[in-house]
């Protein structure tokens, strides 16, 4: 697992109140034959000390909300309903103490230029999603988007890449 700074944004309204935010891209989160190493990841998420973590790769969504579950007691976690192509959803996991989550919407705009959707509701790529949260000790409010852009090399790929950052 290689952790990666992938097109998370956190637009934010000024606070007084310290917020530790991170983006991790689990890669192919417990994908059958190629599995996930809970044990490390589990070490790795706890070091962060973060109270917001973007979350990107989530192949395998039950075992993963185990995971959180029995590791994590003190945090939420919310996942798109859509994983594009590849069935890899994104992400928030986050402290209940620090943040409230108000609302979540799936961008799926930012899934297909073409607008092509797959046999299971979904368009080929991953879409943004957005957490508006309130920073509970401050009370102000913020938005945080996540997002794991088309990746691949070649002129195909890198199209899509620029429409997508072009929307962004």
């Not at 606070?15 to 490390?40: C, F, P, W």
């Amino acid at each position: 697992m290689k952790k990666f700074v992938l097109g998370f944004l956190l637009f934010s309204l000024s606070t007084h109140a310290a917020l530790q935010v991170t983006s991790y891209n689990i890669r192919n989160y417990d994908k059958k034959g190629e599995g996930t190493d809970k044990v490390e990841l589990v070490k790795i998420l706890k070091s962060l000390g973060s109270d917001l973590i973007a979350v990107e790769e989530i192949y395998n969504n039950d075992s993963f909300e185990r995971l959180v579950q029995k590791h994590f007691p003190k945090h939420s976690f919310v996942l798109s309903r859509c994983g594009g192509g590849g069935k890899q959803n994104v992400g928030f996991l986050y402290r209940k103490d620090k943040l409230t989550l108000n609302k979540l919407v799936e961008e799926s705009k930012i899934s297909d230029p073409s607008g092509t959707v797959t046999s299971y509701g979904c368009a080929s790529l991953r879409p943004a999603l957005l957490g508006f949260f309130t920073q509970i000790e401050s009370n102000k409010k913020f938005v945080a988007v996540v997002v794991h852009l088309k990746a691949g090399s070649g002129t195909k790929n890198y199209r899509k890449r620029a429409w997508q950052y072009k929307f962004l």
